[in-house]
């Protein structure tokens, strides 16, 4: 599934490519992330505890960012799999100035198999912006 | 389509279940939602509550100018109640439009409306009905309206420990008129959009129009732009379609293999039409 | 002599008689699969595949193995001396992928079993399969046809980089004369789409190993017992005489459940390797996403007509979505669709290609129609737009184009040999109750209006009867025994193995008119291999037609018996057995069944070269197929505003040949009219790029309910097939394959003027409404 979307930080491209790349915000701002541990460069090992309504898993994986180009892009892998299934989310993200700002917007692909796949099917998209949005409001916080 | 083991527990007063529940267990209602997530393994609860056998938690009440609805309400005590089809019908009908028969004898309002699915019924209505929603506590009890209530998909103002204790719907008496009206999902009867109006005129002039909008995005809202737009004016054919358009207005809308997001826009405004001439005509 | 007996003077064939099979279906006590409980027996839970596409890297069972309650665990590994699921079509270069019951270093598609845990309850074997820790190395997969057949797609099996299986030739006629002669050729691409077959009650098998005397009773709910039990006894290398198969109750099959699956295997070499009986019960979820699915054509059609309408030619090219694997049928399944492509219609020419394409799916197999609803599906598509070109009305070019009465037997361009047939019989009728030329009076007002109204027809045939055995991977004939009980009461053992279809009933009233029985007195046996004798099963429309043709020629044998006993007890050799009676055409003395059945076992005194007992055995080679028709015709309209499609009239019109139990034929009639609106309007198997199936759950996938159907004005003609003595062609499938050409050239009549020629199924409102809104932008 496509994902695009934009979102505004009240920062300076610079700062705004290096708060999204620190992981220690990226451990606080990931819903559902728990721990996030470096495993190489750019590379962390994560564990999720994912809850929404009634349904709950835990999920292993890893993030990873590739294609630096500072301030301008650069592309953001998140992975996890569980016993409910596996999601991988990719996304490009470009920082463009803006209004004593930084728009950022992304573009990309979420994959979802196993069971929730087949069943969450309506859900996934709305699933995806609650998700991507809740990333930024506290990246932004 | 087996469950993980887990304790179960029926008390049978609501203290005794918040008491359970402030102490990490699960409620289950009429169990719609939650248990074929549990056959699926996609939800594993370690404790549910029974809140079926608390007595005193199903009712339907009329109580001044409000009807208080228990958590427990079956949705087919909703659709086929006396009292909420005279004076709140918007309410029942809307409960008729859930799911199939089977989902309406044991689906409850409380467990539907806690549970917020972003495309389920009731929202809707409770929207376009300003409701009450009684969020009790092992130590607490607060209300609040429906438009603080439902905040995102499956996410409420409910904090945990909390359960749905009741529903507070207003009395409409004559001159409203109401209506639901609803794009199944033929698999899985969930709304692709559901519209509800609710309307009330003075004189020629609409003098209160409230728009509930379910399975269109992230949650159920109020449509007020187009609520704005429609009152002062008569509700004339044109009006409405041009109301029915502000529906979708500025709407993030969802997209899944059954109705894209443009779609899914064109039939809020076209099923908004239908259901103000409805509700429009509805009106005594 | 005594002469009370049972006696019965009204025929039961014709008649609407209700399902005898149904007090038990309705109140519950009927007996399934899973329903079976035996001492000490386990349960079986299998752990499958979240990817399409991947390599095994390891597998931890230890966790699983260390659970309280779990007797075993196995991995593909343990399982390979198990053999492997088989395939029974053979075509030329036919490329078949070794189909583990359990994946062994890959897997091919999502559901794939990977391990399995066997616990003294399902609880514990379910949790058992959540600790199995399994580490994938995920590939890129492939879940289209079409994709697959592109150059540098993911090789579904290594070996076959080109995800090629087979391809297939057939011609008949001179299709280049036709072509270069013709006055206009009309092309489009047609999909049939994947669809998933979904019977009320999933699969389930129970496996129980006896080792003292080396027999396997393996109770599981397929529409083929005997052919299980070949297979399976094969494949384990177990003894077929010691091994006995029992279908119980079966909750539906729809074509699904002729396979042997690889649960079949899995859990009769459980039973053996643990000495215990074992359960396995699918799922839902993994009726999904591990029984076969259905259709999956991609279809181009290029079709020939002079400027009369008449059809000289018609080119196919179809590419089948096989999926990963085969089961029983698989690859055999698009050359029905071949043998079928010229519908009811001459066509002299011909010219046919397969392309079968591997996909990280599940095996697409035989579904309710099995390649004739594609092929026919095709067929009244292109005779619509033929006429449409020639600006004819498509009842005309149909009636201008079908086999003509005296021309039977008519041999076909694909080879077959049409039995019977009035093809214009059933589309004049449909017509004539539709009151047609009104309805297309109706349809200019309603255009005038700005209304989309739409009148589809469809005429189709079917090829039924399964078959001759040359034509059939398995043998194509069928057996019946009959036996009349000392006590005059009547037991039948039939080789087909019905599920939904009724033989208890209508076999009862053949026997009853044969033998002059009341149809109380009557016991149909079927699905036990250790009862019947040898048989087929129950799919392709044959149980009536085939298994009813082997019982009717059993009566023979055991009504000429009765005769010589009916002679010697009447002493006389002028002797008639009608109505249950034979009576001594000199003295007017008679004696029943009853009394006749009496004698002959006490066997007090016995007639010249006869043994005691009345019992007779038969296995009938049909010498070929019948080809059963009809015409449905179907008023739509379409909602402008939002795309929605109300069907306004249904009307079906069937030839089956006799009907023996009218009500039975409706009821055949009606389902399938509900599952080819199903495909028409709602179902399909959605697969993501990533070959997950995205439509794994009545969440999204739609199957048809009873209130999103039409009322369904149901008729018929009646043509007798010279191929059986009944006169009966097969009405199982008969309503699929009708419906959805005719709902979809309704859709398209009635959005024609928009310019809209041809539509893919399903007709989703979405998909109409964009059309309508372009074509009024335009």
Same mark, same amino acid.
């Given at each position: ?38 495993? !190489? @460069? ?6 999720? *505890?994912? /809850?929404?309504?009634?349904? %709950?898993?835990?999920? =292993?994986?890893? &993030? ?24 991988? !989310? @990719? ?6 100035? *803006?209004? /004593?700002?930084?728009?950022? %917007?992304?573009?990309? =692909?979420?994959? &979802? ?29 | ?284 | ?778």
């Amino acid at each position: 599934m496509k994902i695009s979307g934009s979102y505004f930080l009240p920062l300076p491209p610079e700062q705004a490519y290096q708060r999204l790349q620190d992981s220690q915000v990226l451990a606080e701002a990931m819903p559902g992330c728990e721990s996030l541990d470096k495993i !190489g @460069e750019d590379e962390y090992r994560m564990k999720m *505890k994912m /809850a929404l309504a009634s349904l %709950s898993g835990n999920f =292993d994986g890893k &993030v990873r960012i590739t294609e630096q180009s500072p301030p301008n892009s650069f592309k953001l892998m998140v992975e996890g799999s569980g016993k409910v299934g596996f999601m991988k !989310g @990719e996304g490009l993200l470009k920082f463009t100035p *803006k209004d /004593a700002g930084t728009e950022v %917007s992304y573009e990309g =692909d979420v994959q &979802v198999g196993g069971t929730i796949a087949a069943v969450g099917q309506r859900l996934i998209d709305g699933t995806a912006k609650m998700m991507i949005k809740r990333f930024f409001d506290k990246v932004a916080a | 389509m087996i469950p993980q083991q887990f304790e179960y527990s029926a008390p049978k007063t609501l203290d005794e279940a918040l008491g359970l529940l402030a102490e990490g267990a699960r409620p289950l209602a009429g169990g719609m939602s939650l248990i074929p997530m549990m056959k699926l393994r996609l939800s594993n609860p370690e404790h549910l509550v029974d809140l079926g056998r608390i007595k005193d938690l199903s009712y339907i009440r009329e109580q001044g100018t409000v009807i208080h609805i228990g958590a427990t309400t079956t949705h087919h005590d909703v659709e086929s109640s006396p009292l909420l089809r005279g004076k709140c019908p918007l309410l029942a009908e809307t409960a008729s439009h859930i799911g199939d028969v089977q989902v309406r004898n044991m689906g409850t309002i409380g467990g539907s409306v806690a549970h917020a699915d972003p495309a389920a019924d009731y929202p809707a209505a409770l929207q376009a009905l300003e409701a009450k929603i009684v969020l009790k506590g092992a130590k607490s009890e607060r209300t609040v309206s429906a438009a603080d209530f439902f905040v995102d998909t499956f996410t409420t103002a409910l904090e945990s420990g909390e359960i749905v204790r009741e529903v507070i719907v207003p009395v409409d008496g004559s001159g409203t008129g109401t209506s639901y009206q609803k794009v199944l999902q033929p698999a899985s009867g969930f709304a692709i959009v559901g519209i509800a109006v609710r309307v009330r005129k003075q004189g020629d002039k609409v003098a209160m129009a409230r728009i509930g909008v379910t399975g269109l995005s992230n949650r159920a809202f109020r449509a007020t732009a187009a609520e704005k737009a429609l009152e002062g004016r008569s509700g004339s054919p044109a009006e409405i379609q041009a109301v029915a358009a502000l529906v979708g207005q500025g709407v993030d809308a969802n997209s899944d293999l059954h109705a894209s997001a443009d779609y899914r826009l064109h039939l809020a405004s076209v099923y908004a039409a239908k259901a103000l001439a409805v509700a429009l005509g509805r009106i005594a | 002599m005594a002469t009370t007996t049972i006696t019965k003077t009204e025929k039961l064939v014709g008649k609407r008689i209700r399902r005898r099979e149904d007090p038990r279906l309705i109140t519950g006590t009927a007996t399934y699969v899973d329903d079976i409980k035996m001492p000490g027996m386990l349960y079986a839970a299998i752990l499958r595949s979240p990817h399409a596409a991947a390599k095994i890297r390891s597998i931890d069972i230890s966790k699983a193995k260390a659970l309280k309650g779990v007797h075993a665990v196995f991995v593909g590994e343990d399982t390979k001396n198990a053999g492997a699921v088989p395939c029974g079509a053979s075509l030329p270069g036919l490329r078949v992928p070794h189909h583990n019951v359990l994946a062994i270093d890959r897997v091919y598609l999502v559901g794939h079993p990977v391990a399995v845990v066997v616990a003294t309850d399902r609880y514990i074997a379910r949790d058992g399969v959540e600790l199995i820790e399994v580490d994938y190395e995920v590939e890129n997969a492939v879940a289209d046809p079409e994709k697959a057949l592109a150059p540098g797609a993911h090789a579904v099996h290594p070996q076959w980089p080109d995800n090629v299986a087979f391809t297939f030739h057939q011609e008949g006629g001179d299709v280049t004369k036709a072509f270069a002669e013709a006055d206009v050729i009309v092309k489009q691409r047609i999909v049939s789409q994947r669809l998933i077959p979904n019977s009320m009650e999933t699969r389930g098998v129970v496996a129980d190993w006896h080792a003292a005397d080396r027999t396997m009773n393996l109770y599981t709910s397929t529409q083929a017992p005997h052919l299980v039990r070949s297979l399976v006894a094969q494949i384990l290398g177990l003894e077929e005489n010691r091994f006995r198969v029992v279908a119980p109750e079966v909750g539906g099959g729809f074509g699904a459940k002729i396979q042997t699956y690889a649960e079949e295997i899995l859990l009769a070499w459980i039973s053996m390797k643990l000495q215990k009986p074992v359960k396995w019960i699918e799922s839902r979820r993994e009726n999904f996403l591990c029984t076969i699915h259905g259709r999956g054509h991609v279809d181009f059609y290029e079709i020939a007509a002079k400027r009369d309408g008449t059809i000289t030619g018609i080119k196919l090219k179809i590419i089948q979505d096989l999926g990963a694997y085969f089961t029983v049928l698989t690859p055999a399944i698009p050359t029905l669709s071949v043998l079928m492509m010229p519908g009811l219609y001459r066509t002299p020419s011909i010219s046919a290609d397969i392309v079968g394409a591997f996909t990280n799916c599940t095996p697409t197999d035989a579904y309710r129609g099995a390649g004739r609803p594609e092929a026919t599906h095709g067929i009244e598509r292109m005779v619509d737009m033929v006429a449409a070109e020639l600006k004819m009305d498509p009842a005309e070019i149909r009636l201008k184009n079908f086999v003509r009465n005296e021309e039977f037997p008519f041999p076909t361009a694909t080879g077959l040999v049409y039995d019977s047939g009035d093809y214009s019989a059933p589309l004049k009728k449909a017509m004539e109750m539709a009151g047609y030329d009104k309805l297309r009076k109706e349809q200019v007002e309603a255009r005038k209006q700005g209304r989309y109204m739409g009148i589809g027809l469809c005429a189709y045939g079917e090829i039924c009867a399964f078959g001759p055995s040359p034509a059939t991977p398995a043998g194509g004939w069928e057996s019946a025994t009959v036996k009349i009980e000392p006590s005059g009461q009547v037991t039948v053992l039939t080789g087909i193995s019905p599920h939904g279809q009724g033989e208890e009933t209508t076999f009862a009233q053949i026997v009853g008119d044969e033998l002059g029985v009341g149809i109380d007195d009557v016991l149909v046996v079927h699905g036990d291999t250790s009862m019947v004798p040898y048989g087929i099963g129950t799919f392709g429309s044959r149980s009536t037609a085939v298994g009813g043709t082997a019982l009717y020629f059993a009566l023979q044998d055991l009504k000429a018996t009765i005769k010589k006993f009916g002679e010697m007890l009447l002493e006389s050799d002028d002797v008639t057995f009608a109505g249950g009676q034979c009576t001594c055409n000199k003295s007017g003395k008679s004696i029943g069944v009853k009394g006749i059945a009496a004698a002959a076992y006490r066997a007090m005194k016995l007639p010249p070269n006869t043994g005691p007992g009345l019992v007779a055995t038969h296995f009938w080679e049909p010498p070929n197929f019948t080809f059963p028709f009809g015409a449905h015709l179907v008023v739509t309209e379409v909602n402008g505003e939002t795309g929605d499609v109300s069907i306004k009239r249904y009307i079906a019109i069937d030839d089956c040949g006799n009907i023996l139990n009218p009500l039975i034929v409706d009821g055949q009639v009606h389902g399938g009219v509900a599952q080819g609106i199903g495909q028409a309007l709602w179902e399909q198997a959605v697969y993501d790029d990533n070959g997950q199936l995205v439509t794994g759950e009545f969440m999204d996938y739609t199957m048809p309910r009873a209130h999103m159907m039409p009322w369904i004005e149901s008729g018929h003609t009646i043509t007798p097939t010279p191929v059986n003595p009944l006169g009966v062609k097969g009405v199982g499938e008969a309503g699929t394959i009708g419906a959805s050409p005719a709902v979809v050239n309704s859709v398209v009549d009635a959005l024609s003027p928009l310019g809209v020629r041809h539509l893919d199924m399903p007709l989703t409102p979405e998909k109409l409404w964009k059309l309508i809104s372009a074509g009024r932008n335009a």
